[in-house]
């Protein structure tokens, strides 16, 4: 009985994939999402909209600041549990 | 010789000249990071690299000495202060959470804005460096340096 709830299911997600993937962008088109020229802005204005001539450092302290400040607290909270793993400072 | 020392003088010797300048680099790197290819990231692992080179020559209770645990506690949370609170002062003088041009600095906007990033970079270097510092101090053993000197 699983066997069968599951191959209906199955169907009907495929079903679901085969209809959404006629949606999808052109493969290779120049218009796609993933081409949607954000850098175009990075490569342009960086300079002008940050102050720093790094566009790598713009990006990852500027426009992605979020991101770099969790991976700051991601490397401070693996420190913190590493002392807390290993709380003896002497040797032992 | 304390424990897990190395007693060659060459190694003494030019890694008490060379640990300096690479902490010199260190540092470049991290400054730099603006305008070229470095950062917080990058700079901080080379400045603890230089402690790592101390801790296997001159012994781990020589490092521990010179660096106490309560520094590096101070230091990795700071790093991490430093970041989140220039995101704080940012929204406290009326901007979003690291809108850097908001800060009330009798500078222009591109100013403001590149020395907060500088000190953004100052804090990642510092957290970076001192949970590189705290990672080898706790994987490493007195009893498992002896094998240098054999």
Known sequence: MIRIYSIISLILIGMIFIYVADEMPAFGSPDNPINNRVYDRYTERSFEETGVPNIVTAILADYRGYDTLGETTVIFTAGMSLMLLFSRWKNG | MANGEITSIVIRTVSRIIIPFIQIFGLYTIIHGEASPGGGFQGGVILGTSI?????????????????????????????????????????????YLEYTRLPLPLSGHEISA????CVEIGIGIT??????LLFFYSVRDEDAHGINA
């Open chain 2, 52 to 96: 790592i080179l101390l801790t296997i020559v001159f012994g781990l209770e020589e490092a521990k000495r010179r660096i106490p645990r309560g520094l590096i506690l101070v230091f990795m949370s700071l790093g991490l202060l430093i970041y989140s609170g220039i995101g704080l002062l940012d929204m406290l003088f009326g901007g979003k």
């Open chain 2, 115 to 118: 020395l907060s990033i500088l």
């Open chain 2, 128 to 133: 970076v460096m001192s949970v590189i510092i």
